[in-house]
């Protein structure tokens, strides 16, 4: 290389380039352990309250997106703005479309599917996730429907719902059917609850009560240690 050449490439990657914070997930090599993927709290905290800073972590981290304006709702619920995961790329659809939710909430879908649920299910169902099925991200709520009890993490679409997956053969995995299912579809299930459990504040899977038979709730509740169960 001639030494102008050489220069300019030093001063590009020195001062050109846009970094993501050190530690922070992004496009690179994905490392295939459980649990291996992780976003700490202040990250996903300030990914929640920066609009720039979402958006540079998202796309640091592959993901396509569009950021959507604000929603009042009665009361406290509603959110100043959200984000949307769009499809295409390498990532798997949503199904229905994915939701508007919390950046800190999109963020850490978005890099549990590449290196969480993939992983899991090429080395469980021996195939990728086409499609992730969600039931909801938005909702005024209290936690549990308690009348006159806290607001869930729903009421601010800090949260996302998942109920299920479809993998590139066709076939449907659900949560009501095939948690008790057969062993590598319920290994697969369980190895995306707890792996999902570096990326979240809440990670609430069937078991940890009836109400959560059908489904996986992921938020990104403000907590020091996440619950996870
Ligand atoms: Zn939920």
Do not use: K
């Amino acid at each position: 290389m001639r030494p102008v050449a050489l220069l300019a490439l030093l001063l590009v990657a020195a001062c050109g380039v846009p970094q993501p914070p050190r530690g922070f997930p992004g496009p690179g090599p994905v490392d295939p352990r459980p649990g291996a993927s992780r976003i700490d709290r202040a990250q996903v905290a300030q990914a929640n309250r920066d609009p720039g800073y979402c958006r540079a972590r998202l796309q640091a981290a592959g993901a396509r997106h569009s950021v959507m304006p604000g929603f009042q709702g009665p009361g406290a619920c509603g959110y100043p703005w959200a984000v949307r995961l769009e499809p295409g790329g390498r990532a798997a659809r949503w199904l229905p479309q994915a939701p508007p939710t919390s950046c800190g909430v999109a963020l850490a879908v978005h890099i549990w599917e590449r290196d969480i649920v993939q992983p899991a299910a090429r080395r469980h169902l021996g195939e990728p996730v086409v499609a992730i099925r969600q039931l909801a991200a938005y909702g005024c709520r209290t936690i549990g429907g308690r009348p006159g009890g806290p607001l869930s993490e729903h009421a601010r679409a800090n949260a996302i719902d998942i109920s299920g997956f479809r993998t590139a053969s066709g076939r449907e995995i659900s949560l009501i059917r095939d948690w008790h299912g057969e062993p590598r579809t319920r290994a697969f299930l369980r190895e995306v609850r707890d792996g999902a459990c570096g990326l979240f504040g809440t990670v609430l899977s069937p078991d940890h009560d009836r109400a959560h038979a059908d489904h996986f709730h992921f938020d990104q509740a403000d907590r020091r240690t996440p619950f996870c169960r």
